[in-house]
């Protein structure tokens, strides 16, 4: 699958599929072991589907 055709999901998905709080998202970002967010609009961000799917089946 190409980006181009990867759904994408914003953080309140992310959160229902991971379990995991808002604040431990942002902490495993910075810390590379958690897929990076990207800038959809100024106050808006989200990530692609299939990395955060990824990481749910092998989470580091």
């Not at 495993?28 to 089946?57: H, I, M, R």
């Amino acid at each position: 699958m190409t980006r181009e055709h990867d759904n994408i999901v914003r953080l309140p998905e992310v959160r229902r599929r991971t379990g995991l709080h808002r604040a431990t998202i942002y902490r495993k970002v910075a810390a590379g072991t958690f897929p990076q967010q990207f800038q959809l609009s100024q106050n808006c961000v989200g990530w692609y589907e299939s990395d955060v799917n990824a990481w749910v089946a092998d989470p580091r």
